[in-house]
Every structure is written in C-alpha cells, then in structure tokens.
C-alpha cells in the first residue's frame, strides 16, 4: 500500500520568516495530495491540495509543489504569523478501485514565534 | 448545516467493553471514512464506505465493525474494548474524489 512521508517533525521560525515541510510518498498511482491544519483539540482541515496533472498551485501566502518524478511534494508557508502555529499533515490518495482513501504522513508541529 | 458530527465527544471504556461511535452528514457525500488518531502517528484508516449499504477495511480494521445503514450515518463498533484502541477517532466524509469533511473527534480511553 501507499506510504507517506513527512519531515521535519517539528518546526519553529520567527514571524514573518518561511515555513516548508516536504513529504514524500511510495504510490506512483497516487494523483491527489491534500494539505491539512489541525490545531490543538480541533478537527483536521483542508487547507490546499494539489492532483498530479498540475506541478504548483498557491493560495495566498500557501503554496504547494508537486514533483511526480522524485514522488515528493512540499508545503510552502509565506510571512508566517502566530496563528500559522499547528500541526499539517500532508496525505496521497490511494488510486484503489471505487475509493479514496487518504493516507497521511505523521505530521509537522509548526511554532511561529512572535 | 451542520456538516460531520459526532457522538459522543468523550467516553471511559472499561477492557471488555463495547461501544459505538456514531458520525452523521448532511451534505449528500457518497464516501465516509473512520479513522484514528495516535500521537506521532497521523490520521490511520479504519473502515470506509463508498455508500449506503457498504464498507470494506482500512489500514487497522482489526478490533473495530462499522454498517452504513443510511448514507448519512456511519457507525463505528468496539466489540470488545482493549487499551490499544485508546485514541482519538474521527470520522470524515467526501463527494467522490473530493475534500474529506472531518468530524469533530471523539476521545476514547480503555482503562
């Protein structure tokens, strides 16, 4: 099955710097990679998300790149502000018959300081 | 619209125990998907859905039976609770291939 990767485990920049977490994945067939927030005690939301048809796609200060070849895909976090600080996971969809299940990584904890 | 929820938020569980989790949708999605959450871990599938009267295993089946009785609803089973399943559960919902919708957990402890 499909295996997520997610580095580093931890992050901590000054407000205003860049934030980048890298994920790799193991399923060629996999060509659907969300971005999740979850802050503490809170559900996991959608933050971008990104299919293998497209290489870069931003949102504001969020970006994210995708390189089919290397099976990697990163999270780019611009002018990072307190209440950036969470924890992101990144996920693939496995390309499985009829479903679309999402398999995550193991999650960054960012801390933005002020 | 209330979207994902889930019942209960919090529950005790004595080794033994059964229970059932409940997560329900208003949005018309198609597939719905329980997974749990263990620190360090990420989000792991459990069960999942692709509709009513469906389901098929995840990642960690083992210990857990869900039914889909309803397309809104998606119940989660322990039949017999074991310390291992102490988690945070949450269960998610989607259109097809689209952005899952996460519940909002629920914090199971098996003493």
């Known amino acids: 099955g499909e295996n997520v990767e997610q580095h580093p485990s931890t992050l901590s920049v000054q407000e205003g710097d860049s934030a980048v977490i890298k994920c790799t994945y193991s399923?060629?067939?996999?060509?659907?990679f969300p971005w999740y927030k979850q802050e503490l005690g809170k559900r996991p939301q959608l933050i971008i998300d990104?299919?293998?048809?497209?290489g870069e796609k931003k949102d504001q200060r969020i970006a994210v790149t995708l390189n089919k070849t290397a099976k990697h895909f990163s999270l780019h976090i611009t002018e990072t502000q307190p209440e950036d600080s969470a924890v992101y996971f990144c996920a693939a969809s496995m390309k499985d018959t009829g479903r679309r299940a999402l398999t995550f990584g193991s999650g960054t904890r960012l801390q933005v300081q002020p | 619209n209330a979207g994902v929820t889930q019942t209960p938020k919090f529950r005790v569980l004595k080794t033994g125990q059964s229970m059932t989790l409940l997560c329900a949708q208003d949005m018309n999605h198609e597939y719905m998907y329980w997974y749990r959450q263990d620190p360090g871990m990420g989000l792991r599938l459990i069960h999942y859905?692709?509709?009513?009267?469906?389901?098929a295993k995840g990642e960690v089946p083992d210990g857990y039976n869900v039914s889909r009785l309803k397309k809104q609803n998606f119940l989660l089973g322990l039949e017999s609770a074991a310390p291992s399943q102490t988690s945070v559960y949450f269960c998610?919902?989607?259109?097809?291939?689209?952005?899952?919708?996460f519940g909002p957990g629920t914090r199971l402890t098996v003493l």
């Open positions: 998610a919902s989607s259109k097809t291939d689209n952005e899952q919708f």
């Open positions: 990104i299919r293998s048809n497209v």
């Open positions: 859905s692709v509709g009513e009267g469906t389901t």
């Open positions: 399923d060629s067939a996999s060509n659907y």
